[in-house]
Each structure stands twice: as structure tokens, then as C-alpha cells.
């Protein structure tokens, strides 16, 4: 399982676009990098994931380098509720997440 | 809806006092998980299911027992409780790829658990 590298914090005005990078540089080529969040000390909640390509579903984007050892999540017009950890995942074994201390995203008014 | 269900919710119990955390899911996943969550060290996953009757340890198991008797349902039972497990658990599950877990997982809204 990949270590990943997040930053600690990052703030974000609402409606504007939140990006969230994190590297993976130890990444197996076989291995998902999947984005989770968690709003205070809710449960986490999955938004998306991806192997080689660009991913976009209706939460978030996801942008995966060539050299597949960083990635941009993206929040396209970010909200008040989106303010969460959002945590970086890289591979899983058996299922099991190895969630590090994520990114602590404000999102103000 | 689609959702996991963890009861109770916040529990203050003494050392020693054996306990049951509930967990629940109501579509029909294979894969169920439990973690613990401690400021500082993340979310940890304590033991695992990949389907009834198939379960194994995770990273953080001592003092943890579980049973998958129905597919629904995954407890998570604490015989002799120790202050050392005052945390925040969350039970999780997902359809199963055959190795585990597929991507998105679903997780409870999580039980507070103080051990005096």
C-alpha cells in the first residue's frame, strides 16, 4: 500500500474550484488511488477513485499524473458543506483503507 | 435507503464490563469492516469479513472479537473493555471483488465509546 502525502490544510472560497493534490510516489502499478472525505466525526464517505485515467463523477474530478505519482482531486464549484478531511488513499489490501491525516478543506463564504 | 447502522450511538461503560457494538447494512454487501479512529493516528481497521462465517484480523485486533453469522450483520464485542479503547469505531461494508473490498465503501455513522 502506497504512503501518501497530503497537505495539512487548505482553505477555498465558495463557488470557486478546490484543488487537492497529494502525492503517491510509492504507488504499485496495479494499485487505486481513492479519495474519501469526513465531515467532523461523521463516517467517511467514498467520492471517487481511479488506476491510470481521468475520472469525473458527480461529486468531484479526479486527475492522475502519467507518471501516476501524484493526483488532483478537484471540487469544481466548491460549497459551504464541503468543507471535511479529505483523505488520499493509495492501493488497499484485502479492502483495507489506510487512511493517513488527510486535508483539512475550509471552504468560506 | 441504501445505509449502514451502528447502535448504540455513544456508550460510557466501565473496565471490564464486556460489550457489543452493533452493525448493520441493508445491501446485501459480502465485505463488512470495523475501524477505530484516535486523534492522531487515523482510522485503523480492526478486523474484517469477506463474507458469513469468514473473518480475520486486521491491524489493530487485540482485545476485539467479531462474528458474521448473517450476512447483514457484523458486532463487534469487547469482553473485558479497557480505558486503552476509549475511541470512535466505525463499522463499514462494500460489495466484495473476491480479494476484498471493491471501491467505495459505505461507513456507519460511527459509536463513541469512553471506557472508565
Known amino acids: 500500500d502506497a504512503k501518501t502525502t497530503q497537505p495539512t490544510s487548505m482553505d477555498c472560497a465558495e463557488g470557486r474550484a478546490a484543488n487537492l493534490p497529494c502525492n503517491h510516489s510509492?504507488?504499485?502499478?496495479?494499485?487505486?488511488v481513492y479519495w474519501y472525505r469526513q465531515i467532523h466525526s461523521q463516517g467517511p464517505q467514498y467520492i471517487i477513485h481511479g488506476l491510470k485515467n481521468n475520472e469525473t463523477n458527480e461529486m468531484a474530478s479526479l486527475i492522475i499524473t502519467e507518471d501516476r505519482k501524484s493526483s488532483t482531486l478537484i471540487l469544481p464549484h466548491a460549497t459551504l458543506r464541503d468543507t471535511a478531511v479529505y483523505y488520499c488513499i493509495g492501493g488497499s489490501t484485502l479492502g483495507r483503507l489506510y487512511f493517513g491525516r488527510g486535508t483539512q478543506l475550509t471552504v468560506w463564504p | 435507503e441504501a445505509q449502514v447502522t451502528q447502535n448504540p450511538r455513544y456508550l460510557i461503560t466501565v473496565t471490564g464490563k464486556k460489550l457489543t457494538v452493533t452493525c448493520s447494512q441493508n445491501?446485501?454487501?459480502?465485505?463488512m469492516s470495523w475501524y477505530r479512529q484516535d486523534p492522531g493516528l487515523g482510522l485503523r481497521q480492526i478486523y474484517y469479513?469477506?463474507?458469513?462465517?469468514?473473518?480475520d484480523k486486521g491491524d489493530v485486533p487485540e482485545g476485539y472479537k467479531v462474528s458474521r453469522k448473517e450476512k447483514r450483520n457484523f458486532p463487534l464485542i469487547l469482553e473485558s473493555p479497557s480505558p486503552n479503547q476509549t475511541s470512535l469505531y466505525f463499522c463499514?461494508?462494500?460489495?466484495?471483488?473476491?480479494?476484498?473490498?471493491?471501491?467505495?465503501?459505505?461507513f456507519g455513522p460511527g459509536t463513541r465509546l469512553t471506557v472508565t
Open positions: 510509492t504507488i504499485s502499478g496495479n494499485e487505486y
Open positions: 463499514a461494508s462494500s460489495f466484495s471483488s473476491g480479494t476484498g473490498a471493491t471501491y467505495e465503501q459505505y
Open positions: 445491501m446485501n454487501h459480502e465485505y
Open positions: 469479513s469477506m463474507n458469513v462465517e469468514v473473518t
